[in-house]
C-alpha cells in the first residue's frame, strides 16, 4: 500500500469571497476590460490593472477552479491528491474594512468548512483571520472560535500582520492564542518588494519578476524578521509552515546566522546572548512546503529543516497548464519530479514529503 | 600534493580610493563621528551615516584590512589561501562624476595591477569599469586597455550599469567588448533593496536585512533581469561569476522558469520559443562563488551550477573576527567548512571548489 498524498498548499476563493472581489472597483478585485469583453481577470497585485498594459499582463484569467470545490477534487483526482489543506488565496482578508473583519472571517471560515464537509477524508483547512479588525481581541476571540470548525488544521497568514509586519509586538495576543490552541500558521506572501527594486524593464517580463522574485523575498524577510525580534524564543511551540519553501530560506539561512553573529549593533544590544541559532528554529519552529520547481531546492529545504518538516504542495489555482487541454499541470509534474529524483531509491523518505509529514503534524486522518 | 586554494571574492580599497573616500561628505565615504572621535567608519549604505543611530549602527569600523595589501597577504596566509583574485569593493567607481570616470578607472586599476606584482603569483584582479563616463566608449576603451594589465582577469560589477541596471541595451557594446576580450564579470550587490521592504523595525536588527537578504536578493533580480531579456542568448559565450553563491538564484531557479513558462505576456511576445532554459544559462553562462556560509548553500549552488562552476571565496575584509585576537575568521572558516561537509570523501571534488576550477576557469598560473 502507498501512502497517502497531501496537499498542504492549495487555495479556494469561496464564492461568498469571489462575489466581493466582483463587487470591489480597486486592488484586490476581479474586473473584466472594455477591450477584451470575455475574460474576467483577478487582479491582486498592484498594477496589474494598469489598463495601458497589454490585456495579457492584467492580472490573470479566472474561472471555476478558482472557486468551484468541485473543480479542486477534480485536479485533486487527477494528480493522485490524496487530500488537500485548502486556503483562501491571497490577499485573504487584510483589505476588510476593520467593521466587517470579525463577520466576514466568520463567514469565510464556516464557508470553508463546509466545502471540507462535502468531501470527508478529502479536504481540511487553514482558516483566515480577521487581521484588520480595531482590535486584536476579536482576533483572539476568532481563533478561540476555530476549535468548532471540525476541519481546520492552522490559520494562513500573510506578512503584513496587523500592518506593522509579523516581529509587532501588538501581535502578541495572536501568537499567544495560536499556540494555546496548537494552531500552527501557513505563512504566504501577497505584498512582494517595492515596484522600483525590478527596474525600468520589469513590465516586458509579465508577472516573472515580483511573482518569482518578490513572492519569496516577502516571505523571507517575514520570517527573518519573526527570528531576529526573538518572537520563535519567546513562543517556542509557535509552528510556521513557509510557503515555496521557505522563499529563499534554506539557501540563506547561512547568511542570515552569519549576518546575526557578526552585527555590531545587535552584540552591543545583548540581543545575541542566550539566542537559538537559525538552524535550530528552522528544526523546531519552522516547516516548509515543496513548492519551489526543482530538484535543487527540495535538497536544499530538506537540508534545512529535516527531512520530517517538508511537505508536497502545488500552489492551485495558480500556475495552469500551458495548453488548456493538457492532462497534468505542468507545475504539479515539476514538483513531483523534484521530490523523486531528490530521494530517488529512498521511497519511504519521499513518502513523508508527499503526505506523512502533513499527516502527522497537521494532525490529519490517515 | 594538495591543490592551491583560491579565494575569488576578496577586496581591497587602494590607497587612492581611501584618499577619496576621506575627501567626501556623502555616500560612500569614511567618517569620524565626533562621539565616537577614536574610529573611522566606512559608509556604504544609504541611511548607514544617520546620526541618530547608536554609533554601532553607522557603518562598519575601517582599517589597514581595507587598504594595505600586506595585511591581504598575513590573511591569506593564516587561511592557506594561495592565490586571491582581488576587487575593488562597492560601490567601486559608480559614484565618481562622469568627467572623472575614465582617470580613475584607469589609476584605480593601475594601481590594483601593481599590488598584483608586488606578490607574483599570489594576486590577480577583476578590474573596475567607467560606468559613470558620459559615452559607452570610454568603458569599452578601458576595457581594451585592461589587456595591458598582466593580472587582470575579469571585471567587477554591480548591479547598476549605466544606471538602469544590466538589461539595458545602451550595455551591449560593453558585453561585447568583454566577450571580444575573454573578460568575465564578477557581479555584486552594493543596493539592496528599497528600505521600505524591511519594515518600521529594521533598524532594531542592525545591518542583517540589508546585508543577509537585500544583497543576494539584489544579485538574484540583477541576474534574472539579464536572463529574462535575453542578454545570454545574444551574447552565449558572456561568462559570469555571481557574488554570494548567485544570492538565491540556485533555489529560485526552478521558481524563475516555472514562471517564466507560464507567463502569458512573455507567451504572447513570443519570447518563449527558442530560448534556453536558466538551469542551461547556469551550466554555460554562470559561475558561482562559495561565500553562502552554509553546507546546503554550497550543495545548492553545486546542484545548480554543476561541480566545476563553484569557486571558495572569503569576502574579506567583511565578516571580520567577533573578538578582535581570534586566529581565525569564523566567517571564513564557515565556509571552508560547508565545503569540507557538503563533499565529505570527495576530496578531489571539493578540490576543485577550493581552487582549481577557478585555476581552469580564470587561467591562474598553477
Redesign the interface.
Known amino acids: 500500500m502507498t501512502s497517502k498524498i497531501v496537499d498542504v498548499h492549495t487555495h479556494v476563493y469561496p464564492p461568498s469571497y469571489i462575489s466581493l472581489l466582483r463587487s470591489r472597483e480597486k486592488l484586490p478585485y476581479i474586473r473584466i476590460f472594455p477591450d477584451a469583453p470575455n475574460a474576467s481577470r483577478l487582479i491582486i497585485l498592484p498594477g496589474e490593472d494598469d489598463p495601458s498594459k497589454?490585456s495579457?499582463?492584467r492580472g490573470?484569467?479566472i474561472g471555476p477552479e478558482y472557486w468551484d470545490i468541485k473543480e479542486k477534487i477534480y485536479f485533486m483526482d487527477k494528480h493522485k491528491i490524496d487530500i488537500s489543506v485548502i486556503s483562501l488565496a491571497n490577499p485573504w482578508l487584510d483589505f476588510i474594512s476593520p467593521e466587517a473583519a470579525a463577520e466576514t472571517a466568520e463567514k469565510t471560515n464556516d464557508e470553508i468548512e463546509e466545502l471540507c464537509e462535502k468531501y470527508p477524508g478529502r479536504l481540511y483547512a487553514f482558516a483566515a483571520l480577521p487581521l484588520s479588525a480595531s482590535s486584536p481581541d476579536i482576533i483572539v476571540k476568532e481563533i478561540a472560535r476555530l476549535k468548532s470548525l471540525k476541519h481546520v488544521r492552522g490559520v494562513i497568514l500573510g506578512t503584513s500582520g496587523l500592518g506593522?509586519?509579523l516581529?509587532?509586538e501588538a501581535l502578541v495576543p495572536v501568537f499567544e492564542a495560536l499556540c494555546e490552541n496548537q494552531l500552527p500558521i501557513f505563512l504566504h506572501p501577497h505584498y512582494g518588494?517595492?515596484s522600483?527594486?525590478?527596474?525600468?524593464?520589469?513590465g516586458?517580463?509579465?508577472?516573472?519578476?515580483p511573482?518569482?522574485?518578490g513572492f519569496?523575498?516577502e516571505t523571507?524577510?517575514a520570517v527573518?524578521?519573526m527570528i531576529?525580534?526573538g518572537i520563535f524564543d519567546q513562543f517556542k511551540d509557535l509552528k510556521v509552515l513557509l510557503a515555496?519553501?521557505g522563499g529563499?530560506l534554506?539557501?540563506?539561512?547561512?547568511?542570515?546566522?552569519?549576518?546575526?553573529?557578526?552585527?555590531?549593533?545587535?552584540?552591543?544590544?545583548g540581543k545575541l546572548e542566550g539566542r537559538r541559532s537559525i538552524w535550530e528554529i528552522l528544526r523546531s519552529n519552522i516547516y516548509l512546503d515543496g513548492v519551489?520547481?526543482?530538484?535543487?531546492?527540495i535538497?536544499?529545504a530538506i537540508?534545512?529543516s529535516g527531512g520530517t518538516r517538508v511537505m508536497f504542495g502545488t500552489d492551485h489555482p495558480f500556475?495552469?497548464p500551458?495548453v488548456g487541454d493538457e492532462k497534468e499541470w505542468?507545475?504539479v509534474r515539476?514538483n513531483y519530479d523534484?521530490i523523486s529524483n531528490a530521494f530517488g531509491e529512498a521511497k519511504e523518505e519521499a513518502e513523508a514529503v508527499l503526505g506523512r509529514n502533513a499527516i502527522q503534524a497537521l494532525n490529519l486522518e490517515d
Do not use: N
Open positions: 497589454p495579457t499582463s490573470r484569467p506593522k509586519g516581529d509587532d518588494l517595492p522600483e527594486a525590478y527596474g525600468p524593464k520589469a516586458e517580463s509579465g508577472h516573472v519578476l511573482l518569482a522574485l519569496p523575498m523571507t524577510i527573518t524578521r531576529v525580534s515555496h519553501s529563499t534554506p539557501f540563506l539561512a547561512g547568511r542570515i546566522e552569519s549576518c546575526i553573529q557578526h552585527d555590531g549593533h545587535l552584540k552591543k544590544a519551489v520547481y526543482s530538484e535543487v531546492g535538497r536544499a537540508g534545512a500556475f495552469p500551458l505542468l507545475s515539476t523534484a
